[in-house]
């Protein structure tokens, strides 16, 4: 078989499977090892093998019955770096990179432009795949950076992604939350996280690909989906340095609630309290600063 008649095939199969083509694309570029524009320019000359057709009808079937096809293919991009993932952690979402960006900004205004000079204590909770924590360590090198997480096997894809990126100075801990560093009696300047957020009767409306494959624990966010973050607030007094800065990714229509937690939790620090939309105009990040 050719290539354009694999992609032929993929895209036709995909599109009767009522599932997004571009797939067929990603996983022939994946099996075939090419970029784009090496998959256009042998489009008609290259031929794949009967092994390389078979992996590929396979990974295209278990796309159209609903596995993501960054789980098939093994990464996804993330503020300009790849990211390796599995079913062990949730899938990089392009609105986590406006939570970073969100980090970096406020950390320069709120302690001072000299970056080389911060040396800031910083901790991602729950840092899944890793993508906060490695992408702040790189693009700041001057951030001290912990990553955290329940789940071993969570922390082992982040090691990985770390190592594979040149982020070896961050350090893993498994814990819940920031119970971790209550007990070993640990300040951080910065604090950030991408929790669990969805409610809990949201997750059957969510896509099959997303339900059915990505880990739960790290979707369901309690009945309203503010149960992490209620966590948060009993833990957060503990553990944050008097001059912090918080950063939450939210979902959507929870900016307030959140807020409010915030202000509450520290209103007699005389904590400020933002909320960000995101490039879709939907409140997306918390911020809290003293």
Not at 162 to 185: C, K, M, N, T, Y
Not at 197 to 220: F, Q, S
Not at 267 to 274: K, S, T
Request: charged share 25%; net charge negative; proline share 3%.
């Amino acid at each position: 078989m050719k290539v354009h008649e694999a992609l032929n095939w993929a895209s036709s199969f995909l599109q009767d499977n009522i599932r997004e083509t571009f797939a067929a694309e990603l996983l022939l570029r994946h099996h075939l090892g090419v970029s784009r524009a090496g998959l256009y320019a042998s489009m008609h000359d290259l031929w794949l093998d009967e092994d390389a057709v078979a992996a590929f009808v396979a990974d295209v079937q278990s796309f159209a019955a609903g596995v993501p096809v960054q789980y098939l293919i093994g990464y996804e991009e993330f503020y300009g770096r790849r990211f390796s993932v599995n079913e062990e952690v949730l899938i990089p979402r392009p609105e986590t990179e406006e939570l970073v960006e969100g980090v970096l900004n406020r950390c320069r205004d709120h302690f001072g432009a000299g970056s080389s000079d911060w040396g800031l204590n910083l901790v991602d909770v729950g840092t899944g795949s890793g993508i906060i924590a490695v992408t702040l360590a790189l693009e700041e090198p001057s951030f001290k950076v912990t990553a955290s997480d329940i789940a071993a096997e969570s922390l082992e894809v982040a090691r990985r992604n770390a190592a594979e990126l040149g982020a070896e100075d961050i350090r893993f801990v498994q814990g819940d939350l920031l119970l971790p560093f209550i007990e070993s009696g640990e300040k951080f300047d910065v604090i950030v996280s991408n929790p669990p957020y969805i409610p809990a009767a949201d997750i059957a409306g969510l896509a099959d690909t997303v339900k059915d494959h990505e880990p739960m624990r790290a979707l369901v966010g309690g009945v309203d989906g503010l149960d992490l973050y209620r966590r948060f607030m009993e833990q957060l007094p503990l553990v944050v340095t008097d001059r912090g800065l918080i950063a939450f990714e939210i979902g959507v229509g929870q900016g307030q609630a959140v807020a409010g937690l915030l202000a509450e939790t520290f209103a007699e620090r005389d904590i400020h309290v933002e909320i960000v939309n995101d490039i879709n105009g939907k409140d997306r990040m918390v911020f809290g600063r003293f």
